[in-house]
């Protein structure tokens, strides 16, 4: 046997070897083959899922290419989507203004009751905007203890008069405990200087204040004019 043919079946045998894994690189299995020969779209290979709602975009746009140009029964139905959607967000804004008012308005209409224009006054709705006595003790409810919330001014002015007089029982709704409790708070916040005594706490009128318009606050050039 001569060189060159030995040469030549070495030859031979390197190429059926790469051959053949190159055939096993590929497997020609039914599943593995059938899942090689799906028809890819190309509109998804174009999209570029960044997040998930272009994914879910994609999903829901599967025969429609983005860059194409919409057809008019496409745009239709978008615009009425659209319509629909913001019909629901309009009743919504609504029915939260209407609840709105209804909570500002301080008397309860009840169905057979007459009323004239007058009663829908001012005059005459605030009359029922009279503070009425608590039915239930809000210290118990809220589980706090008078003496060591001597120092919460918001509090501490709910129950004294703008004149600086600790208001009574009968208009605070607490117990007898509470109400001394409350009152001996009182007494140590005006003691310490923490709470004034005959008018209401600088920040609390400075809050009220920047509640109001512009036109109803003073201006510092009138008060001068006035002196």
Known sequence: ???????????????????????????????????????????????????????LLGLLT?????????????????????NGRGGVVRDLRISATTDSYMKQMP????????YAPKDL???????????RKPKQDIVDMLGINPLDNYRNFSLVSEFITPMGRIKHSLETGLRP???????????????????PSVHRHPEIMRF???SLPQSAVPSASSQQNRL
């Open 1 to 55: 046997m001569s060189c060159r043919q030995s040469l030549t079946a070495a030859l031979r045998q390197c190429q059926s070897g790469v051959s053949q894994q190159q055939w096993r690189a590929l497997s020609t299995s039914a599943p593995v083959a059938a899942v090689r020969h799906i028809p890819v779209s190309t509109n998804r290979a174009k999209r570029t899922r960044s997040s998930p709602n272009e994914s």
């Open 121 to 131: 006054s001012a005059t005459e709705m605030s009359k029922w905007r009279t503070a």
């Open 208 to 210: 009220s204040k920047a």
């Open 62 to 82: 599967e025969g429609l290419d983005r860059g194409s140009q919409l057809t008019p029964q496409q745009e239709s139905e978008m615009m009425e989507q659209q």
């Open 177 to 195: 405990v509470n109400q001394r409790k409350m009152a001996k708070a009182i007494r140590r916040a005006i003691g310490m200087g923490l709470h």
């Open 107 to 114: 008397r309860r209409w009840r169905t057979g009751e007459v």
